[in-house]
């Protein structure tokens, strides 16, 4: 149960089996810094490579293929005063049709501000005077090494976890990845001071990050795509286009989990997804498009099945 | 602003120019009843074909194409006490190598607790004992006639409304149509005693029910996809398939809406949206599908819009 | 086995239980004729209202809902010297940052050369000079009444044929679709000189049509999708979005057709199909996609099932 | 210009910057083999793991990032006497709700016979009696390294090529690959001897070949997607999901060669296209689809542009 400080060095661009930067135990904590999306640190400096750097990958001792591990994000808090977004919606988000309409514009900073909890725009948004939106700081890509012997950019995402842009990854939040290396190679990155459902602008808040972890291991406990829980719920994460089949994945992996983890069949598990689920729409912007298949954990009470 | 009881004596099953069962005013308030999916009232009798048939269509006196007619919802309560649900997860929501998986079991029917306010199996679902699922009428599908003289089948939806299955559509929403033809012709049916996100088992509970509505017309406003407000959110809603498409629908009627409503231009939208969106996956089922692309109005009180 | 020569007086922009125009029998043969898609007949005079105006509907006698009517196109022939196009690719066929790269040009006419058989551009465009298309003409909507007692746009297709833009639908192909209406009620308009895959800047060279069919009704023989056959393949039409829908659609409906018809249960259609079938993209534009899944007849020949 | 004869001894599963095998400048030619998608030899016997193992990679001189690497197919010959198929259609080329008229059967083997240049069943398949299918050897996958610094599963495919299982890449075909890492990094393997359009049972005739290839590099000339020409045509390749991006990735393609190899604009390129555009859906079951955007030669011929 030890807690580790690592300062990160260097940073990786795909998920694969690179060789891991701290070797750590099932039930330690540690403690760490991400850089934004385009590698720049806590003091705005330029010090690693885009796409999404992440930190890691670190080898959790005793996890195997076939296992599943465990991370919870104790803390997670952005460390400098500005971030940035994108100017427009992308334009996969807007009917064909309507593309022409959005202007070509530079990236823009926001202004975080730590006490009032805010970010605002740095530079006046004409019609915006006033906005100030609270922060909701969220990982917006993180995972373990890819299946299949694979090194997947984290400009995208699949079954290991990567660039799922969910806001609700955030503080709190417990995620289960099934693990493909020896060591499960865990890597985060990407943090945003906050981001809309769906990261229609293709960022969020990007901003670097003081980010505090736990992580476990479950021995011989399989699962095919990334699950977790918060304080309410249950949920399940499907990486994919079109965000149907998403949609599908998170779906049959949800369907899974209250089989083998709630003893409930096909039909009981179809009774009460059909009238108490709820989806949120990642994002539906990156190369996969993430849907979050949720059930409340209030529903899971009612039944003594928690 | 005349208050009319409307007791229906036959369905639609299509949303077109059917001949008006009424002719009402903007302003004006109507009591009335639905009948459930397959066309049983509230004495279980079978009295309408399917699919979804409707109650209406209203005339609404002086709408005209290229108006929008508004509609609030002002009450909506299932009238009997029996619902009912297919009982297995939709082929399309799984992933096709699952499909395998799901048996082939009829429908069943849900009690009605109208003082608990809950629903429960009338048969006991072997693992779910206990499961009492909280009361959220809505209505599954309404709208006008539509567009370009078309008669639309009522398990479908399009720019005019129709089976989009989005349990938003609760007591005290205002949703807004475009009119196509002369007094719009609205039409109602299809309510659920309760539906989980996406009707991904093809049905919310199905129920007749009491319903009282109010309409108004905003002349010369014209509007290209269903447009809400509740006490929270304004929304819009696009209805297409995949999901991708139904989400461009909808998101690119928000920026119409954020543009010619409340002064945002594409810009400001898009700022405001990228951090401050929300989306709702409506249904998942039907031919085509119902995204719902939401904004807080908190945040719209922050910028002095309202 | 009557010819009836017909000169259209109206036209239709739904596909739905309008009045007949004129009451043909099984056996007979029509001799007609289309406007193009914007209502401009032989004399390039505004007979009609846009979207695809339809000459018809015939009613066949004798046509139930339940029974298969089929069409073959014995002539059709361009009838006047100039066609139109969009100038441009459409939004929907390139990626979505590519939108922006597309001009805001308008529609452009082509010359007919009906003794050599090919189309030029009136105005020349810099680049193609020397291009001459070769003429293919092929009717972009026809079919019957639509099912459900609904009148669908002819900006679109389903069930009942309607706007599919498939180059195959020349002289000389057989195309059968399911009856839902009394009678049947064909319609057909729409008329391409020449089109290439997907209709891809939204229109064929658009042009009014000299046409000739001759239907015919399968009494008690129940089909889902359009079928056709022409000298080399039989083939199924599948209309929905995306496109792996409209293709999952087409592929069932052929496998249907190769267990009532041929005799294969789905283990032979699928070895066969497997390595056999081949796939056209008909229109990737309008409101649902096509995709036609074809076998060619030869294949069929070998196995002495024709 | 040397001819290289390479006998492999291990094969990948990745495509991705390993180890070279063999070292060979541009207008070299190599003579080597390829196993089957599960890793059987010409004597099937198991020597490589599963999916789709790749002969290679070779270390093409001079080539590096931003280059263009061309391959030409001089030969490819099935080389041994049985190949073997899934046995029913992939569930996700039927309609959801087909999905469980399907029923699990193993794969089964085809007899090769060199000699009339066909495949058979080897057990026969009731229905199929008298079944020969031509042969038409293919390469399912191959390509390079894939993009920024990735290693992708040759399951799938992407902008460097992979399992595209398109049934035009057959001896004589001439492809082109964006080059991401130096010595481009060429890999090949999974032959079919036959495949249908979709590669919709999830496999063609599954057999190891004989392969001869050529490569050459197009040093500064950069491209995005897959391109290709045989003697008919010229063609680009898009994958990804659904169908519809694929489609666009490769529309896209074409039009960005047509401007920089063939000096048209996108307007010329549009009313082209439009015209005489063809696709084929090279496969419709793979973790990415493969839609193929193809111009015929006469017409570049006809413009004086070959």
Redesign the interface.
Known sequence: MATHTFRPEHYF??M?AHPPVLRIAPGDTVVTTTVDATGQDARSRKVAET?NPQTGPFFIDGAEKGDTLVVTIDRLRPNRDTGF?????????????????????PR?DWQIDHEGWT?T?VEP?????????PLDPMLGCFGVAA???????T?TSAEHGGNMDYRGFREGVTVSFPVFEPGALFFLGDGHA????????G???EISMDVQFTVDVRKGESITWPRGENEAEIFTVGN??????A???A??EM?RWLGTRY???????????????????AN?YDPA?T?VCKLPKR?LT???RT
Chains 1, 2, 3, 4 share one sequence.
Do not use: K, W
């Not at 948004?125 to 939106?133: K, M, S």
């Not at 906050?194 to 602008?201: A, F, L, P």
């Not at 003893?263 to 729409?281: M, P, W």
């Open positions: 661009q795909t694969g796409p977004t994108n100017a427009l919606l992308a334009p996969n988000v807007v009917d064909p049709d309507f593309v022409g309409e959005l202007p070509d514009l823009f970010a725009p948004v004409p019609g915006l005077e006033g906005l100030r939106v299946r299949g012997g694979q090194a997947i950019s400009m906050v981001q809309g459902d769906g990261e229609i602008v960022t969020g808040i994919a286009r079109p965000l149907d089949q949609l599908q994945h779906t049959t369907v003893g409930l069949d096909v039909r009981a598990a179809s009774a009460l997804l059909g009238q108490c689920v709820e989806y949120d729409i539906v498009y849907v529903v009612m039944l003594g």
